[in-house]
């Protein structure tokens, strides 16, 4: 791990949606160029917390800084988050009108209307290949691609304004295994490549054990855990236990 200075840090924060409470005095700090992987239960408000920092919500309470800055007005923190954090979310949430290469230029298009479309495309061109596709899916649309390279028209899409920030929900779910296998691959090397900062929501322990520095564990309305893989198999609690010490979880390990 690098171990360098928290670019997100959450204090004290709580989430309720009417009397259901989601966080409760959740704090995490998501350190400077690693990919820190989010897990929890089902309930335990993993995307509610990356809505929160992206100022797509609200909190009930709590504060959040990125980059220093305390973001209290979710209207300023997603204007200026538009620009420093790209985000892919679960379904890749492309544009199903839109052909792959003007689902990725449509955050150029709207952050930077008056660049040359010339240079838009061009652009936009480039971070599809980053991810591996041929040029030749440039002008397909998303209903003729397969679910593996949806998610890289999506992930090309969230690295279009360059960001430092890359949020991530669920990026491998719906994937067979060797495509998860390979998004993740895909993923270190863009994050080592480009030093991105990674939020990373998953399920999937393969994910976990082969790329993420760290480890948040949401349980209890917190943030029971923000460690090493290492440290995080060793807390005494009945959820982590379950999910690290599973069947699954010594099938995934690569030291079992």
Request: net charge neutral; charged share 25%; proline share 6%.
């Amino acid at each position: 791990m690098s171990g360098g200075e928290p670019v997100i840090r959450v204090r004290g924060l709580v989430n309720r949606f009417g009397a259901d409470l989601v966080h409760d005095g959740l704090d995490l700090d998501v350190p400077r160029g690693e990919i820190l992987g989010v897990v929890g239960g089902s309930g335990t408000g993993k995307s509610v917390l990356m809505r929160s920092i992206l100022g797509l919500r609200r909190p009930t309470g709590g504060r959040i800084e990125v980059f220093g800055e305390r973001l209290d007005d979710p209207e300023i923190a997603q204007q200026r988050m538009a620009r420093r954090a790209g985000v892919l979310f679960q379904d890749g949430a492309l544009f199903s009108s839109l052909s792959v290469i003007e689902n990725v230029e449509l955050p150029m298009r709207t952050q930077y209307p008056d660049l040359p479309r010339q240079l838009r495309r061009d652009l936009a061109r480039s971070k599809i290949q980053l991810t591996g596709l041929p040029d030749s899916a440039c002008a397909k649309m998303p209903s003729e691609l397969s679910g593996g390279m949806r998610k890289r028209v999506a992930l090309a899409r969230s690295l279009a304004l360059e960001p430092e920030l890359l949020f991530l929900d669920e990026p491998t779910a719906g994937l067979d295994p060797i495509g998860a296998a390979e998004f993740d691959r895909l993923l270190r090397t863009l994050q080592q490549a480009l030093e991105l900062t990674v939020f990373l929501i998953t399920h999937d322990l393969d994910t976990l054990y082969a790329i993420c520095d760290r480890i948040a564990v949401l349980a209890d309305h917190r943030v029971l855990a923000n460690a090493s893989l290492d440290e995080v198999e060793r807390l005494d609690h009945p959820w982590v236990r379950d999910y690290f010490q599973g069947p699954r979880a010594r099938a995934a390990h690569p030291k079992r």
